[in-house]
């Protein structure tokens, strides 16, 4: 932790606040998990600790599996903080909400081939947000905040991965989710084989009509 | 045409979707003059959604005229009739719909289907005076996480199976807890819960936006039946790993959609643990918190007779033929025009 210049408040999320701040002559971000009161203490430090430990290890694996995650200088589970490549660039987030019809679909294939990459590496990422996805100067899209992941290949995990992103997508980018899902599971069909791919989409299906997102079933009165 | 003062307008709102059957009538200037109800408890188990309905069936009319009565309103004063259409148990919403289509068309007034989870919300923001909140709903059937955006009420999270209430209910069933009349298992876990000390590690399931509690139920009954703890050490548990999940959830919505208001609402919000974790994250966003009051946050007929009124004013009407009940009516789907 020491050498950490001026670090600079870049963002107050619902778990960590994020810092730029210059490092060893690097630009870099501190990703900070903050006690949160109100959990109990041994819960709350439990969780911290987990997920300061766990989100570099996926992010490794990410890596692994050919999805551009921000390189790791530092993990301290003391405090809680991960130091980590300043990625320049502007949220997907936003983004699809600027481009044509045609670069929203080409970002959406892109990303529903990382997430393929990821889940057929055996990476859930566990919260596939938007404002998760950043792209930068060249180009190349980045995954963040992989804190909600985990490392498994079930079929079930995956279906809720993307099941997660349909509903984000839903309430945040409304007017073209379902085209933006659409390329996504696209994409997301290239990564890995046919059968499999299958099971997965089988899968969300499966997912939704466990009776909370549909309402097409008919009622019988 | 001469328009009538809108505190001599009456909408009746009916609700039926689970175990309570309601009956409550609102003014159009949004003066709550009567809220009846009675609840079915059942003998053992959970709800049997017939048994429920049988029960809405039998109580509908001693609850209707204990509505007409409190509110001093004569039926032909009535101008509008709402129910509760869905989501909910179908037997149950059934009984709702069938009442409020007789006095409809008895009294020659139009029919309104209401959004469950919206009367939720509107009622709730009747009651407070939030404006624009992001929404906590958490009862025996319906967690979620919801705030208005775009002409729609976006959920941007929810249980990815059962409820939170549920959960609560059914570890209380395991355990061999008794409800009393009065005082349901939500209450009697609350009351456990402030004597246990010792922290069970039970399983801790948050995905995105969204929770899931089905594992958390089964570790915590699992829990109690190999003796491992004491009930309250486990009622406290699993309050206090239930309740983090949620909150967790809400904080990040608060901060996605940057709401400067956060309201709890349903039955769990009568909860006072919960209520000081969710107001710890609203402090914290610094947005404003509120909670519903218990009788208005447990499902009640007034905030379908609110929620009426709101829908009927900007020309939503139910046709008798579309007024049939659904179950799964998600609350994105519903319109809410009266929001501009």
């Not at chain 2, 204990?66 to 179908?90: H, M, N, R, Y």
């Not at chain 2, 955006?149 to 999270?157: A, E, H, L, N, P």
């Amino acid at each position: 932790m020491d050498k950490v210049k001026q670090p600079l408040l870049l963002g107050k999320g619902a778990e960590a606040n994020l810092y730029l701040a210059e490092w060893h002559g690097r630009k870099v971000v501190l990703k900070k998990r903050l006690p949160k009161k109100y959990r109990p203490t041994a819960l709350d430090e439990q969780i911290r600790a987990y997920r300061t430990v766990h989100e570099p290890q996926l992010m490794h694996e990410a890596k692994k599996a050919g999805v551009p995650t921000p390189i790791i200088f530092l993990v301290d589970r003391k405090n809680t903080t991960i130091i980590m490549e300043y990625i320049e660039g502007r949220q997907i987030k936003q983004l699809l909400n600027e481009v044509s019809k045609h670069d929203r679909q080409s970002l959406c294939f892109g990303i529903g081939e990382s997430v393929g990459k990821l889940h057929e590496y055996g990476v859930i990422h566990g919260d596939l947000t938007t404002s998760n996805f950043i792209q930068d100067r060249n180009g190349k899209v980045f995954f963040l905040d992989f804190g909600l992941g985990e490392k498994t290949k079930e079929v079930e995990a995956r279906g809720v991965d993307l099941h997660l992103m349909k509903r984000a997508l839903q309430s945040t980018h409304y007017d073209f989710a379902d085209e933006c899902f659409e390329s996504a599971i696209e994409g997301y069909s290239t990564a890995m084989n046919t059968e499999a791919s299958k099971n997965v989409f089988r899968k969300i299906s499966e997912i939704e009509k466990r009776g909370r997102y549909i309402v097409e079933r008919k009622d019988t009165n | 045409m001469k328009v009538k003062d809108v505190k001599k307008l009456y909408c009746l709102g009916i609700e039926s979707s689970a175990d309570d059957f309601g009956i409550g009538i609102s003014s159009f200037d949004g003066t709550i003059l009567s809220n009846a109800v009675d609840a079915y408890v059942p003998t053992e188990g959970g709800i049997h959604p017939r048994e429920a309905a049988r029960h809405h069936a039998e109580v509908s009319s001693k609850v209707l005229s204990k509505a007409l009565e409190t509110s001093g309103v004569e039926p032909q004063d009535l101008s509008v009739i709402a129910f509760s259409q869905g989501p909910g148990l179908g037997p149950c919403l059934r009984t709702g719909a069938t009442v409020a289509r007789a006095l409809s068309s008895y009294l020659g007034i139009p029919l309104v289907g209401v959004n469950h989870c919206v009367a939720h919300i509107e009622i709730g923001k009747l009651k407070t005076g939030i404006k624009n909140p992001l929404t906590l709903y958490v009862s025996g059937g319906n967690t979620l996480v919801a705030a208005f955006d775009s002409g729609k009420y976006r959920v941007f999270g929810e249980t990815l199976d059962i409820a939170l209430g549920n959960c609560l209910d059914v570890f209380a069933r395991e355990a061999g807890l008794r409800q009393k009349q009065g005082m349901p298992f939500g209450a009697v876990v609350e009351k456990l819960a402030q004597k246990g000390k010792e922290l069970a590690k039970l399983p801790y399931t948050v995905k995105g936006m969204d929770v899931s509690f089905s594992g958390l139920l089964t570790a915590a009954v699992t829990a109690f039946k190999k003796g491992q703890y004491d009930v309250e050490d486990l009622c406290f548990s699993l309050q206090e790993t239930a309740f983090s999940m949620v909150t967790e959830v809400t904080e990040r919505a608060l901060a996605h959609t940057g709401k400067k208001e956060a309201l709890l609402t349903g039955g769990v919000a009568a909860n006072k643990r919960l209520q000081s974790m969710i107001r710890s994250i609203a402090e914290e966003h610094e947005a404003r918190f509120e909670v519903v009051p218990k009788e208005f946050a447990m499902d009640n007929g007034a905030m379908v007779a609110w929620t009426g009124v709101l829908a009927y004013t900007n020309g939503s009407v139910t046709p008798v033929d579309e007024s049939q009940v659904r179950l799964r009516w998600r609350l994105e789907e519903a319109d809410v025009n009266w929001i501009k």
